[in-house]
């Protein structure tokens, strides 16, 4: 049995999906404060209140004879201004964030890895982008094994989505047909290596009964690098971004002008800048089929644990070759940039090579994991890092910028050489651009493998994986929107296991009249 005894909150059901702050209940919903409230069973059990769970129960309660119980570790939000205001950062009160292992990419430094914790998830406390990614993302994940997966087959469950007090409890409950885990990627292999399910070596080293052999678990971690630039502007008429913090009467009038009709800066996410662009690395630099060259080169097996399963490592080549085939792709972005006038120009690297993991350092549920992200551990993440910093370098170097007096001061004009640059990426960057993945990987067993195209477990029977964790690749975009179309598409998936399980019973039944 997937464990359970961990300090959650327990809610029956929330609100439409489509709805970035749930207070609102979905028709069926109830919110349960007490474990004596509870049913004995529910006919599925979906642990995680975040995007994806959320989105999956709604969808499997449209059945009216259907039961859910979804399990949130986080309170319902309270509307604060912070939650329901573009511009205004979340309450910290809303994340559960942890730190990573000291990283050798960035000269030793950790960087922090986000968790939301709040019925909604991500979409609670994210920056609003709501973008798909490009069609070779999806369908580089179909190529990895998983038929069904493609571009073709998620682009309507992208079409449909976008058509819509807490105590501490240790209870148990059945399903009497599926659990589905939808605690994002951070902490969905987190429960499963708790559970037994996961590389035995670590399991028996920590005293866990190991039930399903899987080496992927907690494994193929990814995230997006960011790195942030920043520019003095000595001919900027008028207000700035950076005017919302450093001019209270400023700030005041533009918050109370989006409070009466919606107008101003305040309509801008918060962080995000009104103008951004995805670009392809054959946009980026001309030493791009270069760079790929030589990244088919890195021996992947060096990047890996000494004792890691040989699986591991299939994997992991699989993916370099698809990578390095949408690198050369002018449709795929593999770099993000947003300007909204401010002095901070953020840059994110969007499809990294490198690789890391997260693992249980113990049985108790409540001592966090290590997070090591990996970042900057194949060399090929470091050169596209240092092309997309010279790319935005040259965009504010143009005309246009220009007439605003755009000067650059971090990390500096006098650094030119790559690696001067490149050094001074290892020690500004960040690990994280908010958007875990992978951890829990839908590819063939034989490749590190977790899942299989249904999002069933290998080697469990009747348990799912429905978040971010599942996705083979990060796709080159911001991840709300996809995790969006997994759910809504493993909803589909769960449905039509429920109906073929019933055929077959009442085939069965007639059978032996």
């Given at each position: 049995?997937?464990?359970?005894?961990v300090?959650?909150?327990?809610?029956l059901?929330?609100?439409?999906?489509?709805?970035?702050?749930?207070?609102?209940?979905?028709?069926?919903?109830v919110?349960?404060?007490?474990?004596?409230?509870?049913?004995?069973?529910?006919?599925y059990?979906?642990?995680g209140?975040?995007?994806?769970?959320?989105?999956?129960a709604?969808?499997?309660t449209?059945?009216?004879?259907?039961?859910?119980?979804?399990?949130?570790?986080?309170?319902?939000?309270?509307?604060?201004?912070?939650?329901?205001?573009?511009?205004?950062?979340?309450?910290?009160?809303?994340?559960?964030?942890?730190?990573?292992?000291?990283?050798?990419?960035?000269?030793?430094?950790?960087?922090?890895?986000?968790?939301?914790?709040v019925?909604?998830?991500?979409?609670?406390?994210?920056?609003?982008?709501?973008?798909?990614?490009?069609?070779?993302?999806?369908?580089?994940?179909?190529?990895?094994?998983?038929?069904?997966?493609?571009?073709?087959?998620?682009l309507?469950?992208?079409?449909?989505?976008a058509?819509?007090d807490?105590?501490?409890?240790?209870?148990?409950?059945?399903?009497?047909?599926?659990?589905?885990?939808?605690?994002?990627?951070?902490h969905?292999?987190?429960?499963?290596?708790?559970s037994?399910?996961?590389?035995?070596?670590?399991?028996?080293?920590?005293?866990?009964?190991?039930?399903?052999?899987?080496p992927?678990?907690?494994?193929?971690?990814?995230d997006q690098?960011?790195?942030f630039?920043?520019?003095?502007?000595?001919?900027?008429?008028?207000?700035?971004?950076?005017?919302?913090?450093?001019d209270?009467?400023?700030?005041?009038?533009?918050?109370?002008?989006?409070?009466?009709?919606?107008?101003g800066?305040?309509?801008?996410?918060?962080?995000?800048?009104?103008?951004?662009?995805?670009?392809?690395?054959?946009?980026?630099?001309?030493?791009?089929?270069?760079?790929?060259?030589t990244?088919?080169?890195?021996?992947?097996?060096?990047?890996?644990?000494?004792?890691?399963?040989?699986?591991?490592?299939?994997?992991?080549?699989?993916?370099?070759?698809?990578?390095?085939?949408?690198?050369?792709?002018?449709?795929?972005?593999?770099?993000?940039?947003?300007?909204?006038?401010?002095?901070?120009?953020?840059?994110?690297?969007?499809?990294?090579?490198?690789?890391?993991?997260?693992?249980i350092?113990?049985?108790?549920?409540?001592?966090a994991?290590?997070?090591?992200?990996?970042?900057?551990?194949h060399?090929?993440?470091?050169?596209v890092?240092?092309?997309?910093?010279?790319?935005?370098?040259?965009?504010?170097?143009?005309?246009?910028?220009?007439?605003?007096?755009?000067?650059?001061?971090?990390?500096?004009?006098?650094?030119?050489?790559?690696?001067?640059?490149?050094?001074?990426?290892?020690?500004?960057?960040?690990?994280t651009?908010s958007?875990?993945?992978?951890t829990l990987?839908?590819?063939?067993?034989?490749?590190?493998?977790?899942?299989?195209?249904?999002?069933?477990?290998y080697g469990?029977?009747?348990?799912?994986?429905?978040?971010?964790?599942?996705?083979?690749?990060?796709?080159?975009?911001?991840?709300?929107?996809?995790?969006?179309?997994?759910?809504?598409?493993?909803?589909?998936?769960?449905?039509?296991?429920?109906?073929?399980?019933?055929?077959?019973?009442?085939?069965?039944?007639?059978?032996?009249?």
């Open positions: 049995m997937l464990f359970f005894s300090q959650l909150l327990l809610f059901v929330y609100a439409s999906a489509a709805d970035c702050s749930p207070v609102r209940l979905a028709e069926r919903a919110v349960v404060n007490n474990v004596s409230d509870l049913q004995a069973e529910y006919d059990v979906v642990i209140g975040g995007t994806s769970g959320l989105t999956v709604n969808r499997l449209e059945q009216s004879d259907t039961t859910v119980l979804v399990i949130e570790y986080g309170d319902v939000d309270g509307q604060e201004p912070g939650v329901v205001v573009p511009g205004l950062p979340p309450p910290d009160k809303y994340y559960r964030n942890y730190q990573s292992i000291p990283q050798p990419g960035l000269q030793g430094r950790s960087s922090t890895v986000y968790s939301g914790a019925v909604g998830g991500g979409t609670v406390v994210n920056a609003m982008f709501f973008n798909r990614g490009s069609k070779a993302d999806y369908d580089a994940w179909e190529k990895l094994g998983n038929p069904g997966w493609g571009w073709k087959d998620l309507p469950y992208f079409i449909k989505f058509s819509r807490s105590r501490t409890n240790i209870h148990s409950v059945k399903a009497s047909n599926e659990i589905i885990l939808a605690a994002g990627a951070v969905s292999p987190q429960i499963l290596q708790l037994g399910i996961g590389p035995s070596k670590l399991l028996s080293k920590l005293g866990i009964h190991t039930l399903v052999d899987l992927g678990v907690g494994y193929n971690f990814q690098p960011s790195m630039m920043a520019f003095k502007y000595d001919n900027y008429q008028g207000p700035s971004p950076d005017s919302l913090v450093n209270k009467t400023y700030a005041a009038d533009q918050l109370e002008a989006y409070y009466k009709d919606r107008t800066p305040y309509t801008i996410p918060y962080l995000g800048g009104s103008v951004v662009c995805f670009l392809p690395l054959p946009n980026i630099t001309s030493d791009y089929e270069k760079m790929i060259k990244a088919t080169a890195v021996d992947l097996s060096t990047l890996l644990p000494t004792d890691a399963d040989p699986s591991l490592l299939s994997g992991y080549e699989a993916q370099r070759d698809t990578l390095l085939e949408l690198y050369a792709n002018p449709q795929v972005t593999v770099q993000e940039t947003a300007f909204g006038g401010g002095q901070t120009v953020p840059i994110a690297m969007l499809k990294p090579l490198s690789r890391g993991s997260i693992l350092k113990s049985k108790d549920p409540f001592v994991p290590v997070f090591d992200y990996g970042t900057f551990s060399p090929t993440d470091v050169e890092a240092v092309a997309a910093l010279k790319k935005t370098r040259a965009f504010m170097a143009s005309p246009a910028m220009q007439e605003v007096g755009a000067l650059e001061t971090f990390p500096g004009p006098q650094l030119t050489d790559d690696l001067a640059i490149a050094d001074a990426i290892r020690g500004s960057a960040s690990s651009w958007h875990p993945s992978g990987s839908m590819m063939e067993r034989k490749l590190g493998g977790v899942v299989d195209p249904q999002l069933r477990v469990v029977k009747n348990l799912r994986v429905v978040d971010a964790s599942i996705m083979p690749l990060i796709p080159g975009t911001h991840t709300s929107a996809p995790v969006y179309a997994v759910a809504e598409k493993a909803a589909d998936l769960i449905k039509a296991s429920k109906k073929k399980k019933r055929l077959q019973t009442e085939t069965f039944d007639y059978s032996t009249e």
